[in-house]
Protein backbone atom coordinates (compact mmCIF):
# COMPACT_ATOMS: atom_id res chain seq x y z
CA UNK A 1 0.00 0.00 0.00
CA UNK A 2 1.68 3.43 -0.77
CA UNK A 3 1.01 6.25 0.76
CA UNK A 4 3.78 8.83 -0.41
CA UNK A 5 1.63 12.20 0.31
CA UNK A 6 3.05 15.24 1.11
CA UNK A 7 2.61 17.83 3.54
CA UNK A 8 0.59 20.40 1.28
CA UNK A 9 -1.06 20.07 -2.10
CA UNK A 10 1.39 22.65 -3.54
CA UNK A 11 4.44 20.57 -2.27
CA UNK A 12 2.87 17.78 -4.06
CA UNK A 13 2.39 19.52 -7.35
CA UNK A 14 5.78 20.65 -7.48
CA UNK A 15 7.21 17.44 -7.03
CA UNK A 16 5.27 15.62 -8.92
CA UNK A 17 5.53 17.70 -11.65
CA UNK A 18 9.16 17.57 -11.54
CA UNK A 19 9.02 14.01 -13.80
CA UNK A 20 8.01 16.33 -16.91
CA UNK A 21 6.25 13.36 -17.82
CA UNK A 22 2.62 14.17 -19.68
CA UNK A 23 1.41 11.11 -16.70
CA UNK A 24 2.92 12.81 -14.18
CA UNK A 25 0.86 16.44 -13.66
CA UNK A 26 0.03 18.35 -10.62
CA UNK A 27 -3.51 17.24 -11.26
CA UNK A 28 -2.67 14.22 -10.59
CA UNK A 29 -2.16 14.18 -6.80
CA UNK A 30 -5.49 15.09 -6.35
CA UNK A 31 -6.38 11.84 -8.39
CA UNK A 32 -4.18 9.87 -6.46
CA UNK A 33 -5.99 10.65 -2.96
CA UNK A 34 -8.88 9.48 -4.36
CA UNK A 35 -7.38 6.29 -5.38
CA UNK A 36 -5.83 5.99 -2.12
CA UNK A 37 -9.51 6.71 -1.20
CA UNK A 38 -11.68 4.43 -2.60
CA UNK A 39 -8.97 2.12 -1.72
CA UNK A 40 -9.18 2.37 1.95
CA UNK A 41 -13.50 2.40 1.59
CA UNK A 42 -12.96 -1.40 0.21
CA UNK A 43 -11.12 -2.23 2.74
CA UNK A 44 -13.24 -0.94 5.15
CA UNK A 45 -16.52 -1.74 4.12
CA UNK A 46 -15.22 -5.89 3.88
CA UNK A 47 -14.35 -5.42 7.60
CA UNK A 48 -16.90 -3.57 9.03
CA UNK A 49 -19.55 -6.03 7.00
CA UNK A 50 -17.54 -9.05 8.66
CA UNK A 51 -17.73 -7.60 12.31
CA UNK A 52 -21.56 -6.40 12.04
CA UNK A 53 -23.32 -7.98 8.73
CA UNK A 54 -23.93 -4.07 7.36
CA UNK A 55 -22.00 -3.32 4.35
CA UNK A 56 -22.20 -3.13 0.39
CA UNK A 57 -22.96 -5.78 -2.22
CA UNK A 58 -19.54 -6.76 -4.09
CA UNK A 59 -17.83 -4.84 -1.29
CA UNK A 60 -18.89 -7.08 1.29
CA UNK A 61 -16.96 -9.98 -0.43
CA UNK A 62 -14.21 -7.89 -2.53
CA UNK A 63 -13.35 -4.48 -1.06
CA UNK A 64 -10.73 -6.04 1.27
CA UNK A 65 -8.95 -7.62 -1.77
CA UNK A 66 -9.46 -5.18 -4.59
CA UNK A 67 -8.52 -2.38 -2.09
CA UNK A 68 -5.36 -3.81 -0.95
CA UNK A 69 -4.06 -4.75 -4.39
CA UNK A 70 -5.44 -1.05 -5.58
CA UNK A 71 -3.03 0.10 -2.79
CA UNK A 72 -0.20 -2.58 -3.91
CA UNK A 73 -0.36 -0.58 -7.68
CA UNK A 74 -0.40 2.86 -6.32
CA UNK A 75 3.22 1.67 -4.54
CA UNK A 76 4.28 0.14 -7.67
CA UNK A 77 3.84 3.72 -9.84
CA UNK A 78 4.68 6.22 -6.90
CA UNK A 79 7.99 4.31 -5.62
CA UNK A 80 9.16 3.66 -9.18
CA UNK A 81 8.59 7.24 -9.35
CA UNK A 82 10.25 8.17 -5.85
CA UNK A 83 13.26 5.66 -6.65
CA UNK A 84 13.10 6.85 -9.68
CA UNK A 85 14.38 10.60 -9.04
CA UNK A 86 16.23 10.23 -5.32
CA UNK A 87 19.45 8.71 -4.61
CA UNK A 88 19.36 6.06 -2.32
CA UNK A 89 20.63 7.19 0.35
CA UNK A 90 17.62 9.83 0.30
CA UNK A 91 15.02 7.83 -1.12
CA UNK A 92 15.47 5.31 1.73
CA UNK A 93 15.08 7.82 4.53
CA UNK A 94 11.66 8.73 2.85
CA UNK A 95 10.70 5.24 3.33
CA UNK A 96 11.57 4.89 6.73
CA UNK A 97 9.80 8.17 8.31
CA UNK A 98 7.04 7.34 5.91
CA UNK A 99 5.52 4.51 7.05
CA UNK A 100 7.59 3.21 10.26
CA UNK A 101 6.81 6.03 12.64
CA UNK A 102 2.66 5.93 12.25
CA UNK A 103 2.93 2.20 12.58
CA UNK A 104 5.13 2.00 15.27
CA UNK A 105 2.66 4.23 17.53
CA UNK A 106 -0.40 2.27 16.35
CA UNK A 107 1.18 -0.89 16.64
CA UNK A 108 2.48 -0.55 20.44
CA UNK A 109 -0.57 1.72 21.38
CA UNK A 110 -2.76 -1.10 20.65
CA UNK A 111 -0.48 -3.65 21.53
CA UNK A 112 0.32 -2.54 24.97
CA UNK A 113 -2.11 -0.14 25.64
CA UNK A 114 -4.78 -2.40 24.65
CA UNK A 115 -2.92 -5.27 26.30
CA UNK A 116 -2.91 -7.53 23.39
CA UNK A 117 0.66 -7.90 23.70
CA UNK A 118 2.81 -8.02 27.16
CA UNK A 119 6.37 -7.68 28.15
CA UNK A 120 6.56 -11.55 29.35
CA UNK A 121 5.38 -12.43 25.67
CA UNK A 122 8.36 -10.35 24.08
CA UNK A 123 10.30 -11.37 26.18
CA UNK A 124 9.53 -15.38 25.58
CA UNK A 125 10.02 -14.88 21.75
CA UNK A 126 11.68 -11.40 20.89
CA UNK A 127 12.74 -12.22 17.66
CA UNK A 128 9.33 -12.19 16.64
CA UNK A 129 8.45 -9.22 18.38
CA UNK A 130 11.40 -7.55 16.44
CA UNK A 131 10.49 -8.67 12.89
CA UNK A 132 6.74 -6.81 13.98
CA UNK A 133 9.12 -3.31 14.87
CA UNK A 134 10.60 -4.18 11.77
CA UNK A 135 7.40 -4.91 9.40
CA UNK A 136 8.45 -8.45 8.58
CA UNK A 137 5.94 -10.28 10.67
CA UNK A 138 4.57 -12.03 7.42
CA UNK A 139 7.77 -13.72 7.07
CA UNK A 140 6.81 -15.58 9.92
CA UNK A 141 3.82 -17.45 11.46
CA UNK A 142 4.70 -16.81 15.09
CA UNK A 143 5.36 -13.12 14.77
CA UNK A 144 2.55 -12.24 12.45
CA UNK A 145 -0.31 -14.67 14.34
CA UNK A 146 0.71 -14.08 17.96
CA UNK A 147 2.50 -10.49 17.67
CA UNK A 148 0.06 -9.06 15.17
CA UNK A 149 -2.26 -6.97 16.78
CA UNK A 150 -3.53 -4.59 14.01
CA UNK A 151 -4.90 -7.35 11.95
CA UNK A 152 -3.80 -5.69 8.39
CA UNK A 153 0.24 -5.94 9.28
CA UNK A 154 0.91 -8.52 6.82
CA UNK A 155 0.44 -5.99 3.40
CA UNK A 156 2.91 -4.00 5.04
CA UNK A 157 5.33 -6.39 4.93
CA UNK A 158 5.03 -6.96 1.64
CA UNK A 159 5.27 -2.85 1.14
CA UNK A 160 8.26 -3.05 2.81
CA UNK A 161 9.59 -5.99 0.53
CA UNK A 162 8.81 -4.04 -2.61
CA UNK A 163 10.64 -0.71 -1.31
CA UNK A 164 13.68 -2.77 -0.35
CA UNK A 165 13.14 -4.28 -4.47
CA UNK A 166 12.36 -0.87 -5.84
CA UNK A 167 15.39 0.46 -6.80
CA UNK A 168 16.77 -2.55 -8.42
CA UNK A 169 13.82 -2.79 -11.03
CA UNK A 170 14.51 0.97 -11.47
CA UNK A 171 17.97 0.24 -12.41
CA UNK A 172 16.94 -2.30 -14.63
CA UNK A 173 13.53 -0.92 -16.00
CA UNK A 174 14.67 1.99 -17.24
CA UNK A 175 16.21 0.20 -20.37
CA UNK A 176 14.48 -2.71 -20.39
CA UNK A 177 10.86 -2.38 -18.78
CA UNK A 178 9.36 -5.19 -20.76
CA UNK A 179 11.67 -7.90 -19.02
CA UNK A 180 10.79 -6.58 -15.45
CA UNK A 181 7.43 -7.15 -16.32
CA UNK A 182 7.80 -10.91 -17.55
CA UNK A 183 10.33 -11.45 -14.84
CA UNK A 184 7.68 -10.44 -12.07
CA UNK A 185 5.09 -12.25 -14.06
CA UNK A 186 6.79 -15.47 -14.27
CA UNK A 187 7.62 -15.10 -10.64
CA UNK A 188 4.13 -14.56 -9.47
CA UNK A 189 2.91 -17.63 -11.49
CA UNK A 190 4.86 -19.89 -10.78
CA UNK A 191 4.77 -19.51 -6.97
CA UNK A 192 0.74 -18.94 -6.92
CA UNK A 193 0.75 -22.35 -8.89
CA UNK A 194 3.00 -23.75 -5.86
CA UNK A 195 1.01 -22.57 -3.39
CA UNK A 196 -2.00 -23.33 -4.61
CA UNK A 197 -0.91 -26.64 -4.62
CA UNK A 198 -0.11 -26.61 -1.08
CA UNK A 199 3.67 -27.25 -2.26
CA UNK A 200 4.99 -24.63 -0.24
CA UNK A 201 3.42 -25.46 3.44
CA UNK A 202 6.91 -26.92 4.06
CA UNK A 203 8.29 -23.70 4.43
CA UNK A 204 6.25 -22.76 7.08
CA UNK A 205 5.29 -25.96 8.94
CA UNK A 206 7.63 -25.72 12.06
CA UNK A 207 7.08 -22.34 12.81
CA UNK A 208 2.96 -23.26 12.60
CA UNK A 209 3.89 -25.95 15.49
CA UNK A 210 5.27 -22.82 18.01
CA UNK A 211 2.29 -20.71 17.61
CA UNK A 212 0.57 -20.07 20.99
CA UNK A 213 -2.58 -18.46 19.69
CA UNK A 214 -5.76 -20.33 18.34
CA UNK A 215 -5.08 -20.70 14.85
CA UNK A 216 -6.55 -22.49 11.50
CA UNK A 217 -4.25 -24.67 9.45
CA UNK A 218 -5.67 -22.34 5.93
CA UNK A 219 -3.95 -19.35 7.69
CA UNK A 220 -1.04 -20.82 6.07
CA UNK A 221 -2.74 -19.18 3.07
CA UNK A 222 -1.64 -16.15 4.63
CA UNK A 223 2.08 -16.91 3.94
CA UNK A 224 1.97 -19.15 0.88
CA UNK A 225 -0.76 -17.62 -1.41
CA UNK A 226 -0.42 -13.98 -0.66
CA UNK A 227 3.35 -13.68 0.37
CA UNK A 228 4.88 -11.31 -1.72
CA UNK A 229 6.09 -13.85 -4.77
CA UNK A 230 2.66 -13.76 -5.34
CA UNK A 231 1.89 -9.84 -4.89
CA UNK A 232 4.43 -8.77 -6.84
CA UNK A 233 3.14 -8.89 -9.78
CA UNK A 234 0.89 -6.30 -8.68
CA UNK A 235 4.06 -3.86 -8.06
CA UNK A 236 5.10 -4.61 -11.65
CA UNK A 237 2.04 -3.60 -13.08
CA UNK A 238 1.90 0.13 -11.34
CA UNK A 239 5.91 0.08 -12.28
CA UNK A 240 4.82 -0.35 -15.71
CA UNK A 241 2.10 2.20 -15.79
CA UNK A 242 5.39 4.59 -14.62
CA UNK A 243 7.34 3.55 -17.17
CA UNK A 244 5.14 3.83 -19.90
CA UNK A 245 3.36 6.60 -19.10
CA UNK A 246 4.31 8.61 -21.81
CA UNK A 247 2.83 5.68 -24.40
CA UNK A 248 -0.17 4.78 -22.03
CA UNK A 249 -1.00 8.88 -22.57
CA UNK A 250 -1.93 8.02 -26.10
CA UNK A 251 -4.03 5.04 -25.54
CA UNK A 252 -8.17 5.21 -25.95
CA UNK A 253 -10.07 6.44 -22.85
CA UNK A 254 -12.40 4.26 -23.16
CA UNK A 255 -9.94 1.08 -23.13
CA UNK A 256 -9.08 1.03 -19.40
CA UNK A 257 -12.30 1.40 -18.54
CA UNK A 258 -13.62 -1.56 -19.98
CA UNK A 259 -10.82 -3.69 -19.20
CA UNK A 260 -11.32 -3.19 -16.03
CA UNK A 261 -15.17 -3.03 -16.07
CA UNK A 262 -14.82 -6.71 -17.16
CA UNK A 263 -11.84 -8.27 -15.20
CA UNK A 264 -13.39 -6.84 -11.97
CA UNK A 265 -17.41 -7.54 -13.02
CA UNK A 266 -16.53 -10.95 -13.54
CA UNK A 267 -14.23 -11.64 -10.62
CA UNK A 268 -16.77 -13.41 -8.35
CA UNK A 269 -16.72 -15.83 -11.92
CA UNK A 270 -13.74 -17.03 -12.19
CA UNK A 271 -12.20 -16.40 -9.10
CA UNK A 272 -13.08 -20.26 -8.63
CA UNK A 273 -11.68 -21.48 -11.94
CA UNK A 274 -8.43 -20.07 -11.53
CA UNK A 275 -5.57 -20.14 -9.07
CA UNK A 276 -4.18 -16.72 -10.88
CA UNK A 277 -7.80 -15.32 -10.44
CA UNK A 278 -5.99 -12.30 -7.60
CA UNK A 279 -3.52 -12.07 -10.69
CA UNK A 280 -6.09 -11.56 -12.80
CA UNK A 281 -8.32 -8.80 -10.69
CA UNK A 282 -4.47 -7.28 -10.52
CA UNK A 283 -4.61 -6.10 -13.81
CA UNK A 284 -7.94 -4.88 -13.85
CA UNK A 285 -7.34 -2.37 -10.37
CA UNK A 286 -4.28 -1.58 -12.77
CA UNK A 287 -6.77 -0.79 -15.35
CA UNK A 288 -8.79 1.21 -13.71
CA UNK A 289 -6.29 3.21 -12.39
CA UNK A 290 -4.70 3.86 -15.63
CA UNK A 291 -8.62 5.22 -16.32
CA UNK A 292 -8.78 7.31 -13.29
CA UNK A 293 -5.27 8.77 -14.53
CA UNK A 294 -6.47 9.41 -17.51
CA UNK A 295 -9.57 11.46 -16.09
CA UNK A 296 -9.30 15.63 -16.25
CA UNK A 297 -8.68 17.22 -12.78
CA UNK A 298 -11.42 17.31 -10.48
CA UNK A 299 -11.66 16.83 -6.73
CA UNK A 300 -14.21 15.13 -4.47
CA UNK A 301 -13.28 16.86 -1.35
CA UNK A 302 -14.12 13.90 1.59
CA UNK A 303 -12.70 11.12 -0.80
CA UNK A 304 -9.76 13.05 -1.23
CA UNK A 305 -9.07 13.93 2.39
CA UNK A 306 -9.67 9.82 2.90
CA UNK A 307 -6.89 9.18 0.67
CA UNK A 308 -4.45 11.30 2.61
CA UNK A 309 -4.80 10.20 5.81
CA UNK A 310 -5.67 6.46 4.72
CA UNK A 311 -2.29 5.25 6.43
CA UNK A 312 -3.57 5.90 9.24
CA UNK A 313 -7.16 4.42 8.53
CA UNK A 314 -5.55 1.45 7.20
CA UNK A 315 -3.10 0.90 10.73
CA UNK A 316 -6.13 1.93 13.36
CA UNK A 317 -9.54 0.71 11.78
CA UNK A 318 -9.42 -2.60 12.43
CA UNK A 319 -9.07 -2.65 16.43
CA UNK A 320 -11.10 0.49 16.01
CA UNK A 321 -14.02 -1.46 14.33
CA UNK A 322 -13.56 -4.41 16.78
CA UNK A 323 -14.13 -2.30 19.87
CA UNK A 324 -16.83 -0.21 18.56
CA UNK A 325 -18.48 -3.48 17.90
CA UNK A 326 -18.12 -4.81 21.56
CA UNK A 327 -18.96 -1.96 23.03
CA UNK A 328 -22.09 -0.18 21.02
CA UNK A 329 -23.46 -3.26 19.22
CA UNK A 330 -26.42 -2.52 20.87
CA UNK A 331 -26.63 1.11 19.06
CA UNK A 332 -27.78 -1.19 15.72
CA UNK A 333 -27.38 0.61 12.12
CA UNK A 334 -25.97 3.77 14.29
CA UNK A 335 -22.89 1.82 15.48
CA UNK A 336 -21.61 2.41 11.98
CA UNK A 337 -21.56 6.38 13.08
CA UNK A 338 -19.86 5.89 15.70
CA UNK A 339 -17.10 3.85 14.33
CA UNK A 340 -17.07 6.11 11.30
CA UNK A 341 -16.34 9.27 13.81
CA UNK A 342 -13.74 7.05 15.76
CA UNK A 343 -11.46 6.15 12.88
CA UNK A 344 -12.01 9.46 11.51
CA UNK A 345 -10.62 11.39 14.49
CA UNK A 346 -8.25 9.07 15.33
CA UNK A 347 -6.58 8.64 11.94
CA UNK A 348 -6.92 12.72 11.83
CA UNK A 349 -4.98 12.69 14.78
CA UNK A 350 -2.29 10.46 13.69
CA UNK A 351 -1.50 12.09 10.31
CA UNK A 352 -1.22 15.39 12.18
CA UNK A 353 0.92 14.39 14.85
CA UNK A 354 2.85 11.87 13.34
CA UNK A 355 2.65 11.21 9.74
CA UNK A 356 2.88 14.77 8.61
CA UNK A 357 6.27 15.46 11.10
CA UNK A 358 7.56 12.29 9.76
CA UNK A 359 7.51 13.27 6.26
CA UNK A 360 8.49 16.73 7.13
CA UNK A 361 11.71 15.39 8.93
CA UNK A 362 12.65 13.07 5.81
CA UNK A 363 12.90 16.44 3.97
CA UNK A 364 14.65 18.24 6.39
CA UNK A 365 17.35 14.82 6.45
CA UNK A 366 17.42 14.88 2.62
CA UNK A 367 17.36 18.46 1.84
CA UNK A 368 20.61 19.48 -0.14
CA UNK A 369 22.76 21.44 1.86
CA UNK A 370 24.40 24.68 0.17
CA UNK A 371 27.72 24.71 -0.48
CA UNK A 372 29.84 25.95 2.02
CA UNK A 373 32.05 29.27 0.16
CA UNK A 374 35.89 29.61 1.13
CA UNK A 375 36.99 31.54 3.56
CA UNK A 376 37.83 35.44 2.11
CA UNK A 377 41.66 35.67 2.12
CA UNK A 378 43.19 37.57 4.82
CA UNK A 379 45.84 39.16 2.09
CA UNK A 380 48.75 38.15 4.38
Known sequence: MQYHQPRHRAIRAKRVASANSPMIQPQ???????LRGLAIVGVLVHHVHAHTGMGIPYLNTYGGLLGVQLFFVL?????????????????????????????????????????????????????????????????????????????????????????????????FGRRRPWAVLLILLVGSTSWTWLASAGNLNFLFAQRFSDIQRLHTPGQIQLFTQAGFPAQALHFGWGAMLYFYRDRLATVPRWLPWALSLVLLALLPVYIELTPFSLLISGLGMAAFMLAVLRLPAFEI????????????????????????????????????????????????????????????LARRITRPRPAQGKPPHSGR
Open 301 to 360: TPLAWTGQVSYSIYLLHFPIIVYSHHKFAGLGAANLLVMGLLIALSAAVMHRLVELPGMA
Open 75 to 171: SGYLIADSASRHALGSYAWHRILRIFPAYWVAYLFVGFVGRRISWAQVQGDPFAFLLNLLNLQQLDPVALIDFDVLSVSWTLTIEVLWYLLAPLVVW
Open 28 to 34: HTAHFDH
